[in-house]
């Protein structure tokens, strides 16, 4: 298993050379400058790339491990790519899976740990500790609930009018249909307006069709 690690740290890239070693089938390159990976893509392949969340360059630059890697997959779409980092990654969550990263492993982990994400990786699979799952899981609910509080609470009579609306069907049409007056009907349509945020018949089918209350 030929891996790279990529981290401004020599100390770190040692400690994290000789604990992969010790799984005795890795050959480790380490690379201190961020940069060079990218000048040296063409010529070194690698099973796996690890790489530091934050870096700086010997000339002050800092370097982001997510941007880093991006750029790699741009040129070299197949390469697999693990963020190595000790701080918390919550906050790039979603950069990272746009990416195309296969994940990431934390500097606390275990020998153990480590080789089994690599692995993992190895064999395209999405690499994240579980407590960074729930994470995802808990931001998907949350945009959940976001959705679902910004659509307006239609009543199934005015989804019913809304279809018929869809239909061409005239006031005077719908409102013998359902049973009532053609009065109480442009009311409830005053009021659907409103929900809608829409001013006429053809803005509230097209506003129910956008927002998922009617099939396009």
């Known amino acids: 298993m030929n891996l790279l690690i990529v981290d401004d740290h020599p100390s770190v890239i040692e400690g994290t050379k000789v604990m992969l070693q010790q799984s005795g089938d890795v050959k480790v390159t380490m690379e201190t400058s961020p940069s060079r990976v990218l000048e040296e893509l ?14 700086r360059e010997a000339d002050g ?17 197949e390469e ?7 701080f918390d990654i919550s906050p790039h969550l979603n950069r990272l899976i746009e990416s195309g990263i ?19 990786a190895m064999r395209r699979e999405v690499v994240l500790p579980i407590t960074t799952f729930r994470q995802l899981r808990q931001m998907n609910s949350e945009a959940v609930s976001e959705v679902n509080s910004a659509m307006p609470a239609v009543t199934e009579r005015e989804i ?12 005077r049409v719908i409102a013998d249909s359902m049973a009532m007056s053609q009065r109480s009907l442009e009311y409830i349509l005053t009021q659907l307006f409103q929900k809608l945020g829409v001013k006429s018949r053809v803005e509230a089918v097209s506003k129910a069709e956008l927002i998922g209350i009617l099939p396009r």
């Open 102 to 120: 296969s994940g990431f492993v934390s500097k606390t982990a275990t020998s153990e740990q480590l080789m089994t994400g690599i692995r993992c």
């Open 61 to 77: 630059r800092e370097i982001n491990g997510i941007d880093l890697a991006s750029e790699i997959l741009r040129v070299s779409p």
């Open 80 to 86: 697999v790519i693990l963020i190595y980092t000790g």
């Open 160 to 171: 019913a009018i809304l279809q018929q609306i869809a239909m061409g069907r005239g006031n």
């Open 42 to 55: 063409p010529i070194h392949r690698y099973d796996v790339m690890l790489i530091d969340l934050f870096m």
